[in-house]
Every structure is written in structure tokens, then in C-alpha cells.
């Protein structure tokens, strides 16, 4: 504790000093902040698409906002900055003249609020980035003079004067003098005409345009102007022209794309045509109407044969067997008993049945009669008759069936020929539908792709909003009079407390024992402060003898030597009161 007083002590005895720094620099600071050229800021928000929800998360603007992740993010920030866009902004504001109204300590600049209005007429490349003096005299004259040159040109508001950079036109602003009677007009301007270059690097130098958050798809463009008014209404139109960017790309990008899918579109009509007459020139030359309805048809009309076919080989074999049975046993054919699956027609049986009848209606005569009888005689006539025309039935019925079984024989091959060349048919009919699919899916896809481009040209909007848009600022944001006035304290705190430090150092005074101790061997018996009073010095000694009687260093009989460097250290006052 006592070596942090020692260390401030010098300090403590120069707080009136540190104070009156303190003042004093608070005091520069105010008259630097008064006579600096303010700067305002204004600043206006743009929150960008995103795919993730709204209307741009349908199908039809899937490939037009795609503003979500934070690389498409940086990249708008570029577009926003970029010169094209930025003379879009510029060619409908006056920034290319920069208008002051000069004091004596600093200038003002001047946007909506000058008080006349400058044209140019042929103004050469040396007028450009160069500062131009205007004397106003009165409402009538103002005196022009040229940078460098020190020409000056005497001129009338609203007439035509020439110089060797170009000829100006420089008219009264008779709307802002109506409006504001009491705007002073008689005073000294400056001003500067700008070129594109130059003018796009001001900006640039003066304008920022950043994220919110990297996951959050807003831009907040900023930008500073010794005139706040000049600032804001930059912001604004700088974000209001980027929407409309937006909106011209966008229909411009759904205008080309409309003309490229129609000139697609028709191309593939002519192929899907060509297809479709492919295929109808092959299903006439080879008679195809259903490939497969035709193909199932002539398997059930060839099955069907087969089935008449082995119908028929079956009465055929039956019919051949009971003709084989009935000629092997013509000697005694009424001994025969033929299967009666060959007799298929009420006919036949009924000859069978009248043959047996007169069987036995003979052996009923030949107990009676002999055989020799006209009775007997009558009935074997009758049944040779039948017999005869039944075997002579037979044979005709299998040679029918014969005929028959040739005939579905020869009907089944020429089904059959129907299917020579059936795959081959199927290969070409599947290679022509399968290239005929492939230009009717892109006639389809390009439509559909056709109708959502006319959409989207026809919708003249963007999902980009301006959330914010920028105010005129009231207060600068440069010089902050805050923090300078701050600084300017602190500053003449620490220059007042070295010099202090300087100070002390540099007298090498002695201020208390430490310092003595320090550079000496010598032990301190005693130290006298500075007495004001005869009481206090009377105190003080007492107290100090007393001191050196308990040390020891001082005892009846010894004597004290006490001397110094100078006649008026202090020697004799010490001797005197000790």
C-alpha cells in the first residue's frame, strides 16, 4: 500500500494539471466534432427467395429462386455490387454531380436542397473530376471560375456560358426557392462533375452490402453520405432496381426459354408425324391391324381346327374299323356285332335295328316255312338290300371323313403360315412404337415445360421482398462525438500524466526515504516535513529526539553533525528546533 502511494503521489499532486488536460482536450474534441463534415448512414433490407416455403416451392418456379443456401446468398451480394447494376441505379439520379456549399471552416454538400440547377452542354474530358467555383452574387450573376486555370467567367442564371472544359447551363431551382423562401442563395459553391469511373468507385467505397447471418437469407445493404437524404434515397433505389433486375432476367430468361421449347416443340412434330406414318405405312403393307388380337385370334382359330381335326381322326379310325370288321365278316354278317360309337346318325341305327327286325322276323317264318319259301325268300331280299346299303354307307361316310380330315389338315397349315415372320413383324413394329414413345414423352415433357415458361413470363413478380427500406438518417453516425469526446479525455489524461512522470523524473528531487535508501548506504534517523505552525515544529522535534534517545543515536555527552549541500537546505532549522 505504501509503495502504490509513493508511485502516486506525484500524480496526486498533479490532478489540477490532469483536470485542466482534460478540459482542454474535451473542449478540441467538441470544436473538431463541430467543424468535421458529418457522415449519415441509411440502411435497407432485402429478403431474398427461399425455395424451403412460399411460391417458389412449387414445381413451376423450382429452376427460377433458388436463393437458399448461403453461396447463392454471397453471390446476389456480388450482383448487387456489380457496376452494371449500379448504373442501372445511377442513370436516374444525379450522383455524377457533386454540389457544396463551401464555409469557412468546412463544406456542406448539397443534393435536392441546391439552390440551382447545373447542365452541361459538350463538356469536355478535362471537366471531368475537377472542382468548379460558383460566386453567387445575387439572383441574377454568379461568377464561374475554372479549376486550375483561375479563369473566371461572369454568367446570368439561365444563359448559356462557355469555357475551355465545356459550356454549362447553370438555371435557378425556382421549385426549392418557392418552398423554402428563406434558403440562402448568395454564397461561394464548389462543385464537381464526376465520370463513371470515378463516380462508380465513390460508391463502391462508401457502400456495404452484407449478410444478416450466413443462415439467414437477408441482405442488408448500407451506405454512407455527407447528405443524409443522398444516402437514403440510394438504398431504396438501389434495392427497388435489383427487384426489377430480378424480374426483367426472369422474363427475359421465360422469353428465351418459350422461343427455344417452341422451336423444339415443332421440330419434334415433325419426327412425331414421320413416326406416326412409319407406322401406319407398315401396318398397310403388312395387313396389321392388332398384332396381338390377330395373333391370339389365329392361335384359337388353329386350336379349334385341331380340335375338329382329332374329332374327326377319331370317327375316321372308327369308321376304318367297323369297315375292316363289316367286309371281314360280309359271309355271315348278321353274326356281326359293329361298335355302335361308329353309328353316329339316327340312320344308320335305324338300318340296324330294321336288319335285326327282319332277323328275327326270318326265324320266326323258318320254324313255319323252309328257306326255299317266297316269304322267306322276300325277308333275305330285304335285308341284303339294307346290308348292302349300309356297308355301302360306310364306305362312303369314311371316304367323307377322309376328305374332311385333309381338309382341316390343310386348313392348319395355312393357319399355321400366318406366324412365318411374326417376331420379325413384332421387332420392327416395337423398334417404330418405341421411337414414336420417344417423340411423343418429349412432345409431352416440352409442353408441359412450354405452358410453365409462359407462366412464369406472364407472372411479372418477384418472391424478393425490401423488408426495410432506408430512412433519413437524423443523427451522423462519423464523427461520433461519443467516442471522440471519450478518446480526447483519455488521451489528455495519459499526456498530462506523462508529462508529469517526465517532470518528476527529471528533477531528481527528493521526495521521501525510499528514494534515499535507495541510492545510499547511509541509514535515515529522522525526516522533517514542512511545518507550518511553532506548535507543529515543537511537536515534531520532541517526537524525533525521543526517537533517536530510543535508537541510541543520541546520548548525553554524544554531539550531532548536521550539514548539507547548500546554504539554505534546511541545516541550521534542523540544528535549532532538534
Known amino acids: 500500500m505504501e509503495d502504490t502511494l509513493r508511485i502516486l503521489r506525484p500524480f496526486l499532486r498533479g490532478l489540477p494539471l490532469i483536470v485542466l488536460a482534460m478540459i482542454i482536450g474535451v473542449l478540441i474534441a467538441t470544436k473538431y466534432v463541430n467543424y468535421t463534415t458529418p457522415i449519415f448512414e441509411s440502411t435497407a433490407k432485402i429478403r431474398l427467395a427461399d425455395v424451403a416455403e412460399g411460391v417458389p416451392s412449387s414445381n413451376l418456379f423450382k429452376d427460377l429462386d433458388v436463393f437458399a443456401s448461403y453461396n447463392k446468398t454471397a453471390a446476389e451480394i456480388e450482383v448487387i ?43 469536355k474530358r478535362s471537366g ?21 486555370a483561375e479563369l473566371q467567367y461572369s454568367g446570368v442564371f439561365g444563359e448559356l456560358i462557355e469555357t475551355d472544359h465545356g459550356s454549362f447551363i447553370i438555371t435557378l431551382n425556382d421549385c426549392l426557392i418557392e418552398a423554402r423562401p428563406d434558403i440562402r442563395l448568395v454564397d461561394t459553391y464548389r462543385f464537381e462533375l464526376l465520370s463513371p469511373q470515378v463516380l462508380y468507385q465513390n460508391i463502391v467505397k462508401n457502400l456495404d452490402v452484407s449478410t444478416v447471418d450466413k443462415d439467414v437469407a437477408v441482405i442488408r445493404i448500407s451506405f454512407k453520405s455527407p447528405n443524409p437524404v443522398k444516402a437514403s434515397v440510394f438504398v431504396n433505389r438501389l434495392a427497388n432496381v435489383y427487384i426489377q433486375d430480378y424480374i426483367d432476367t426472369k422474363y427475359k430468361a421465360a422469353r428465351v426459354t418459350v422461343e427455344f421449347l417452341e422451336d423444339r416443340i415443332n421440330n419434334v412434330i415433325g419426327k412425331l408425324s414421320a413416326a406416326e406414318n412409319d407406322i401406319q405405312a407398315f401396318r398397310d403393307n403388312e395387313s396389321i391391324t392388332n398384332l396381338t388380337q390377330q395373333t391370339e385370334t389365329d392361335l384359337r382359330k388353329i386350336a379349334q381346327l385341331k380340335i375338329q381335326q382329332t374329332n374327326v381322326k377319331m370317327n375316321l379310325e372308327a369308321l376304318r374299323e367297323l369297315n375292316a370288321y363289316i367286309k371281314g365278316g360280309m359271309d355271315n354278317f348278321l353274326r356281326l356285332a359293329p361298335n355302335f360309337e361308329a353309328f353316329t346318325d339316327l340312320l344308320s341305327t335305324e338300318i340296324v335295328k330294321k336288319i335285326k327286325e327282319l332277323q328275327a322276323e326270318k326265324k320266326d317264318l323258318q320254324i313255319t316255312f323252309t328257306q326255299e319259301d317266297e316269304r322267306v325268300q322276300v325277308i333275305d331280299r330285304k335285308i341284303n338290300d339294307l346290308t348292302s346299303y349300309l356297308v355301302e354307307s360306310i364306305e362312303n361316310s369314311l371316304k367323307s371323313t377322309e376328305v374332311k380330315y385333309l381338309n382341316i389338315s390343310t386348313d392348319i397349315e395355312n393357319a399355321e403360315k400366318v406366324f412365318i415372320g411374326i417376331p420379325e413383324k413384332e421387332k420392327v413394329l416395337t423398334i417404330l412404337n418405341r421411337e414414336f414413345n420417344i417423340y411423343q414423352n418429349s412432345y409431352n415433357f416440352l409442353t408441359e415445360k412450354k405452358i410453365e415458361a409462359e407462366i412464369a413470363q406472364a407472372a411479372k413478380i418477384a418472391f424478393h421482398r425490401v423488408i426495410s427500406t432506408g430512412e433519413v438518417s437524423k443523427e451522423p453516425v462519423s464523427p461520433n462525438k461519443v467516442i471522440i469526446t471519450a478518446l480526447a479525455a483519455i488521451i489528455s489524461m495519459l499526456a498530462a500524466m506523462l508529462l508529469i512522470f517526465v517532470v518528476h523524473v527529471a528533477k531528481a528531487k527528493v521526495n521521501d526515504e525510499h528514494t534515499i535508501e535507495t541510492n545510499s548506504t547511509i541509514p535515515v534517523a529522522l525526516l522533517t516535513p514542512k511545518l507550518r505552525t511553532a506548535s507543529d515544529i515543537r511537536k515534531h522535534f520532541l517526537k524525533q529526539a525521543i526517537e533517536l534517545e530510543l535508537k541510541g543515536l543520541a546520548q548525553p555527552g554524544d554531539m550531532l553533525c548536521i550539514s548539507a549541500y547548500g546554504h539554505n537546505h534546511g541545516q541550521l532549522f534542523n540544528a535549532l528546533n532538534l
Open 81 to 123: 455490387k456489380s457496376q452494371v447494376l449500379m448504373e442501372k441505379v445511377l442513370a436516374d439520379l444525379h450522383f455524377n454531380q457533386e454540389i457544396f456549399r463551401v464555409g469557412q471552416v468546412r463544406s456542406t454538400e448539397l443534393f435536392e436542397d441546391a439552390p440551382f440547377i447545373i447542365r452541361t452542354v459538350g463538356l
Open 128 to 148: 471531368f473530376d475537377r472542382p468548379f467555383w460558383l460566386e453567387v452574387k445575387n439572383d441574377q450573376e454568379f461568377e464561374l471560375t475554372e479549376p486550375d
